[in-house]
């Protein structure tokens, strides 16, 4: 495998700054670090009374939804137009791929319309990459959550809200709970946990939805919520994707809820102070009480919120670091050509 | 019943400003006539060769249909554009609901994304008020129809077309003709017209399209056209909606149109100078004949035109109201702050 | 048939200038020049980092669409995106026509929204002229495609794109191979490359893929591909609609591919300068061969490029035309009024 094939490769320019947005692996602290304070910073635009900043004017965003998802085109349809980007909606379920055109010839085609920035969704691990690589060198791609791989927005917004809570990462004990195998949600908070330098990562779910190779997860693994939950900071429910279980060796929905539901009751076997996380959409009395979701100790809301930030600052970072690109790519043109002369 | 429920209360503000616009029942002639004249003055917009006014520049509007309508739709796209907003359109039946996140919970949602006003369509009376009252605090939310209780920007670009044509409502005789039974279109023009001082309403239908309570209508009933229409002023055709009457006893579409359809002969039993309107689309030949809907004392062109007129005032009025409202909590919440310090 | 409906009239102002893109018919060498000066100066605004002008800003561009096309309706958003429009997305085939409205009325609702341009795209040939000759005198019409008829926009990209390559019209020998019987593509190019000045033009086809009167095409007819490539400047491929040609007396796909697709082999009949171009989407292996289409000789990306700065073009100049007009029409109606005075 090529050098320039592997993910931090491919996602950074020379200058290390942020061109494509596709993966946690291989990014480091500082790089993640960045992301965090300048998504802080875009915290006080949606608080103005005109929530716009000018950073993206006259560029072409768009929103190429190969798996439908209403909540998540909506957060970036709004970090893109909140930067003045100008944004194209494709839902890909309805369009010219019907007509038997190649993936890569619709790519080849919306990128010779002088698109900037491709936002992806794909029920496909691994397709965002796969644009990135082979496709494109003029445009920005930004993963919004691929088959069972990655979720990286998703999860540099859970990490601004745990740093808004608990200023800081060192010595948090942090607990994802649930539908584990799953989620590219849990295995990008795991690399983002791990990197900006979490004490400890659990997982606690049944072997069920537990991956094969639990080893290789970076976290302790738990099958009791009550040793699990046990004084941690954080708790981080997931999702129960019904839509993807069917079949399944689950216990029922009842018996999930009774195992590792997060009730009033379980809550209180973390820290007093510890915060409730949920990527959302909730399932109310599956995987979360009604009380503890909207309790004190959630903060749910903020996430959505922070996703707002988050994809603000990806985006727009993500932007600069093609510009740069750009500009030296040009001026090496420019070079060569006098050089010629 | 809490006083703070009562429409008027949750539509204004202390200072009586509109913050939401779900109902013309509890509004006064004097803020009826703000929101005419507001929309007076929106009308020279629509002529301007740059039809744009940055008055809700930097502020998101989310179009909430939850029952399919292009038209509507639009007219609310356009007003907000026209006013220099970002508009993002989530049409609910495709959307996350489908994954079983509660309404109340996609609504926080939608709020946490920094949202400023919410523009609701439903097909259960009372949604647009529930959602005023239960969820949200700083979301301004509008009523673009809801199931058969109000449509109360429809009514308004009425009124805006009665007082264009006729100058003011003192003395006017209207007639409100067809299906007031599921008529939400007819309740918000009785309301208005009644507030705004008509002389006279009268509905104009056959018993099995009328309410069984025509008392509380607030109008005259008349089953008979020729004595309804008789020395009217205004004469409003409603929509047959035929995919509402399935099962009803009711006349054909013939017999209607024979008994009830507007043609030049039952024109001719108004006052010469009497207008005729129709909130559309139109049924030709079921409810109006081509003549009378073409032909020159029709003004349901106008309608359409005062329609984006009247949603820019009620868009910019409520996001007025709201602001004024945010900004005295901002500052009892920091008089609150200092007296504890 | 009166002189004021030739297609040519109700195209242009009285000072010669665009109102409405409905068919190059009629259209001169002039004007066709213009278009692509025009277009070359837009080609740059793609280029700049902010990829926008102010020369629609504050006029409603409506995306009138009885027929899906997301390709064609991408580049139309972003081209009246890129000139400040504001943009209305209408999907026919899941709008109001559906409540039994007539195209006439809802047509006349846009129009009375203050839609200042409708872009049409419709299986039906001649249903732009139709609106733009019954309908509207204040909103210019530009024709995305209506049936076998016409599609003005991508001959004129096409023609830019030759333009680009070949400096000039003049001398050029251009095949255009495929299924001419069923493409509005192919009979707008034909109309362009005469008017421009092309020295000839051929279509390579199948007597089954013809039109009955192929003497009215206005181009050499050629059934063999070696005869019909020999020493040409520029190929089009047309795409094969296999939608359209159920039940057709019709080769194989396979046969189709080795008598008329595109390879390296046949692409060696013609001049080795000769560009290759193609409308998009590709069938590869179907009408050209992945060689070809990726070749040094390919110019088909160029195309689409070139399909924003001409669309972009084309919505100024009409814009400017109806302009024109309406200051026209209004000085009249100023000099009626005083001469009643």
């Known amino acids: 495998m090529n050098d320039s094939f592997r993910p931090k490769q491919i996602q950074l320019n020379r200058y290390g700054q942020l061109k494509h947005f596709l993966t946690l692996d291989g990014l480091d602290k500082l790089l993640l670090t960045e992301i965090l304070d300048t998504a802080d910073s875009f ?8 929530k716009k900043v ?8 768009v929103n190429l ?3 439908a998802s209403t909540r998540t085109r909506s957060t970036f349809e709004l970090a893109a137009k909140r930067l003045s980007a100008d944004v194209l909606n494709i839902n890909i379920s309805t369009s010219a791929t019907s007509k038997g055109e190649s993936l890569s010839d619709m790519l080849q085609n919306l990128e010779a319309m002088a698109s900037d920035m491709f936002v992806v969704r794909h029920a496909q691990s691994g397709a965002p990459h796969f644009i990135a690589s082979a496709v494109t060198p003029q445009v920005s791609i930004i993963n919004a959550g691929d088959g069972r791989h990655a979720h990286p927005t998703q999860a540099m917004l859970d990490m601004l ?4 809570h608990k200023g800081q990462f060192d010595g948090l004990v942090v607990a994802i709970v649930g539908d584990i195998l799953h989620s590219r949600v849990a295995r990008s908070q795991i690399q983002a946990l791990r990197t900006l330098g979490a004490a400890e990562v659990r997982v606690v779910a049944p072997n069920t939805l537990l991956p094969s190779d639990t080893d290789a997860l970076g976290a302790r693994v738990y099958n009791d919520a009550r040793a699990g939950l046990r004084d941690v900071d954080v708790i981080v429910m997931l999702r129960l994707q019904k839509e993807r279980m069917e079949g399944a060796l689950l216990p029922s929905e009842n018996e999930f809820y009774r195992l590792y539901g997060l009730t009033d009751e379980k ?5 007093p ?30 996430q959505v919120t922070n996703g707002i930030a988050v994809r603000m600052a990806v985006m727009s970072m993500a932007m600069g ?17 006098a050089n010629v002369r």
Do not use: C, Y
């Not at 915290?43 to 005109?50: F, L, N, P, T």
């Not at 809550?267 to 820290?271: D, E, R």
């Not at 915060?275 to 959409?281: A, D, K, L």
């Open 43 to 50: 915290i006080e635009v949606g608080e103005r009374s005109i």
């Open 54 to 61: 000018p950073l993206l004017r006259g560029k072409t965003v």
């Open 65 to 67: 939804f190969f798996e």
């Open 161 to 164: 809200t745990i740093r808004q």
């Open 267 to 271: 809550l209180g076997w973390a820290k």
């Open 273 to 302: 102070d510890a915060i409730v996380m949920h990527p959302g959409p909730i399932n109310r009395g599956v995987e979360i009480a009604s009380s503890v979701a909207d309790g004190s100790q959630s903060v749910i809301l903020n």
């Open 321 to 337: 670091g093609m510009t740069v690109e750009k500009n030296e790519l040009a001026s090496t043109q420019a070079e060569l050509t």
